[in-house]
């Protein structure tokens, strides 16, 4: 009777502390999400934002641009860094939406796939210092970070070949070869009206 | 009299713009061979599908409209210029339409146009994830449209007949360099071509000193060419040039831009080495003021924000914008929203002037010109200068655009007229975004912005902005660009064709 009792003990302290840490868990990861800022935010806000820490994530795309001992590298985090319209991705009635972002170059090295036409960027999460008109950089808006950290690695993806584009193909070809004969045909008549 | 265009005349018509449309279609040639070398197949088969029907289209209107022993007159040139435009980007929006990134017709005819015209506003959506094929595309044609679709038809399809000067003056470019217009048209092609192998080399080497790779450098290095020397604005990334966070790639393509914008008789002259045209030239005089009040007004509008304090700033954030807007190419520093936010009124309404005067005449460029600046301005002077003198004296005034131009009454009328239509065009884009609710600062500069062929944009120009604002900006680049003539007789023709009276091609 007491064992059984212990054991049931057991259980519910193991399920409350089983409860507390996935409690703490959520929390911690809400309160990472809260401190993302999203790029469109920044952009339209930048008095709020100047000279603050901010967090963001998003796909790096494009190009590292090494400098010296930094590199800039630009991350999107528009509905297309996650789902590219060239990965299937939908037309949500938007440009991309980015910004560049000037770190180590050891750390910009670590994004080993770049957002593209043939590939889905790395996702990356990075904290730094925003500026509104970065004074060490001509004016530029960008963000100054330390530390970037991959949240997931980019990949390459394969297009599926569109059979009904080259069905089309195909059939202007025989509108051409007709209309090819009959611009034939005519020149011959008019030689023999000449 | 009206009298209505004969059924010859349309066939004509028909005919000339068939091969503006195989023009098209082979200038889609090159950005196929891109799609092939990168492997992406499906631009590929966009381009292969865009080509078969410019073909297509050219073999019908040649079976169809063919008139044997009529050569063009002014008014089918005029026709061939402003329909062949619109037919041209209907034909030239189907890549850009296959490849997803669009989701209307609309919307890909408006980058088309934008293309073209030399805009460089864009509507396509995920930009930073386009093919390489279809990135060479939009840059291709706004290259292509900066020299004149026309003159590309000229310079390969119009050879030998003797109504080519009509459809290449219709295009907004009144000047022969050559006697002959085909070599005339050679010629910009020629002139052109050089440039873009010296301003690519340029850019391709700053490229790899900002860290770019060697493939990627090679095609942005074109990319960036192409948009800057067209006045286009185009770029390859959604950032423009801030993408690449680089004071020397923002001086050379200020630099092409700049020199993009001039007249292409100032051009070859200075080939022709008649360098002290550069310092005469009523143009580069013209713009060298308007360049400077307007830069007198930024500084004044910046000096209220405190945004760019210093002087670095000043010249990549405020003068490089300036600039770009004046000579109506649309390459950009900051993000759109800047434009009103940090820039604020004064600045931004500088920005606006700037695009609204825009560059020079016969050049890549759109907005007033500075040819009319200067004819306007020496004609108002003359006036005043009537006015102060005595009754019995006789008050001349000229400009020189190569040679000297003395001014009288018709030129006054003529330049007035375009002035007037670009005011028109100006304003109705701006009211008709202020009624959809944007604020005035922002409708207007867009608008401007559009009429004036510049391409910078304050967010009015963005996907989801009304269907009617759409179709209001391909008119107003259109129109723009053509520089009115061309457009007023399209319209001459559809009211002659409903209107208009008896056979109508003889009298002509």
């Known amino acids: 009777m007491s064992a059984s009792r212990s054991r049931r003990g057991y259980l519910t302290f193991a399920m409350a502390c089983l409860l507390a840490m996935a409690l703490t868990c959520a929390a911690a990861r809400n309160a990472g999400a809260a401190d993302t800022v999203s790029i469109t935010s920044l952009i339209e806000d930048m008095k709020k934002y100047d000279n603050r820490q901010v967090t963001i994530e998003g796909e790096a795309i494009g190009d590292i641009l090494v400098r010296g001992d930094n590199a800039w590298i630009t991350v999107n985090d528009d509905p297309y860094s996650r789902r590219s319209i060239e990965e299937g991705g939908e037309l949500v009635g938007m440009s991309n939406v980015g910004i560049g972002v000037w770190l180590p170059a050891d750390e910009a090295r670590k994004v080993k796939v770049l957002g593209g036409y043939k590939n889905r960027g790395a996702k990356v999460r990075l904290t730094g210092v925003f500026h509104r008109a970065c004074a060490e950089h001509g004016g530029d808006t960008d963000i100054h970070a330390l530390r970037l950290e991959i949240l997931r690695p980019g990949h390459p993806f394969k297009h599926s070949f569109q059979w009904d584009k080259l069905g089309a193909f195909l059939l202007l070809c025989v509108a051409i070869a007709l209309l090819w004969y009959w611009r034939a045909v005519k020149r011959r008549k008019w030689a023999k009206e000449e | ?508």
């Open chain 2, 1 to 508: 009299m009206i009298l209505r265009p004969t059924r010859e005349d349309l066939k004509l018509i028909g005919w000339g713009i068939g091969r503006v449309i195989l023009g098209v279609g082979l200038i889609m040639l090159v950005p196929l061979a891109v799609a092939v070398a990168c492997t992406e197949w499906n631009t590929v088969l966009d381009f292969l599908v865009g080509i078969a029907a410019c073909v297509a289209f050219w073999l019908l209107m040649e079976n169809t409209c063919r008139v044997r022993g009529r050569d063009l007159t002014w008014f089918h040139g005029l026709i061939v210029a402003s329909a062949g435009w619109l037919v041209a980007m209907v034909f030239g929006a189907i890549p850009h339409y296959l490849s997803g990134h669009f989701p209307s017709f609309l919307d890909a005819c408006f980058d088309l146009m934008s293309g073209y015209t030399t805009t460089g506003l864009f509507l396509l959506q995920d930009l930073d994830h386009v093919s390489n094929g279809l990135n060479m595309w939009r840059h291709l044609l706004t290259y292509a449209g900066g020299q004149g679709i026309i003159v590309i038809a000229l310079t390969f399809l119009f050879a030998g007949t003797s109504g080519a000067f009509k459809i290449y003056a219709s295009e907004g470019k009144e000047e022969k360099l050559l006697p002959n217009v085909v070599r005339t048209a050679r010629a910009i092609w020629m002139i052109s071509l050089t440039y873009l192998a010296i301003g690519s080399v340029f850019l391709f080497v700053s490229l790899l000193v900002e860290g770019m790779t060697v493939g990627r450098g090679f095609l942005h290095s074109v990319w960036l060419f192409m948009g800057a020397w067209s006045t286009g604005g185009f770029a390859p990334q959604n950032l423009n040039l801030l993408y690449y966070h680089s004071f020397i790639i923002e001086t050379i393509t200020l630099v092409i831009f700049v020199i993009g914008s001039f007249n292409f008789a100032l051009h070859y002259a200075v080939w022709t080495r008649r360098r002290t045209e550069i310092f005469r030239n009523i143009e580069i005089r013209s713009f060298t003021i308007t360049a400077l009040i307007t830069t007198l007004i930024l500084a004044i509008g910046f000096s209220k924000f405190h945004v760019y304090t210093t002087l670095t700033e000043f010249f990549r954030k405020g003068f490089y914008n300036l600039i770009s807007g004046h000579t109506t190419t649309g390459n950009s520093t900051v993000y759109a929203t800047s434009f009103y936010k940090e820039f604020g009124f004064i600045a931004m309404w500088g920005i606006t002037m700037a695009m609204a005067i825009g560059a020079s005449a016969c050049s890549t460029g759109g907005g007033f010109k500075g040819l009319r600046m200067g004819i306007f301005t020496k004609s108002l002077w003359g006036d005043i200068k009537s006015l102060v003198s005595p009754e019995s004296a006789v008050v001349r005034e000229k400009v020189h655009h190569v040679k000297d131009i003395w001014i009288d009454e018709p030129l006054v009328k003529a330049t007035m007229l375009v002035l007037i239509s670009y005011v028109v065009i100006y304003f109705i884009g701006g009211l008709l975004g202020v009624i959809y609710g944007y604020s005035p600062s922002v409708a207007f500069f867009d608008a401007v912005s559009s009429g004036s062929n510049t391409g910078l944009s304050a967010g009015l120009t963005t996907p989801l902005m009304p269907s009617l604002l759409k179709v209001w900006y391909i008119i107003e680049m259109w129109a723009g660009r053509l520089e009115f003539m061309s457009v007023f007789a399209l319209f001459g023709l559809a009211a002659a064709t409903i209107i208009g009276k008896g056979r109508g091609a003889k009298a002509r």
